[in-house]
């Protein structure tokens, strides 16, 4: 369902050190309104899961999805850029149709 690259797993877990949190830590992934193509991601770390999330597991990365992002994040992978171009996770969504310029937000 949603996938994680070798490099985002090296930053979740390095994130997930520095916030004292561990490496059984949630990964909660999801989409809310709003951003210049409608919908944007949301990513957090969290020991705690709510009734309704799915539990994915990925690359030993435990990634929870709220039940209202599941359609929108299917085949979506997660990677981690730290180039000069742009720092941070990207999602490569193969369900967007339209993503904005600096690829935080999409539309479907």
Same mark, same amino acid.
């Given at each position: ?43 957090? #770390? ?11 597991? *990925?690359? *030993? ?18 990677? #981690? ?28």
């Amino acid at each position: 369902m949603v996938s994680v690259t070798e490099t985002a797993k090296k930053k979740i877990f390095s994130l997930l050190e520095e916030d004292g949190l561990g490496k059984e830590a949630y990964v909660k992934v999801g989409v809310s309104s709003g951003g210049c193509s409608g919908l944007s991601y949301k990513l957090d #770390f969290t020991n705690d899961r709510s009734e309704g999330d799915k539990l994915i597991e *990925d690359n *030993d990365v435990r990634i929870l999805v709220d039940k209202k992002s599941l359609l929108y994040l299917a085949g979506t992978e997660l990677d #981690f850029s730290g180039g000069l171009n742009g720092k941070g996770f990207t999602f490569n969504n193969p369900n967007a149709t339209r993503t904005c310029g600096c690829g935080e937000s999409f539309a479907v």
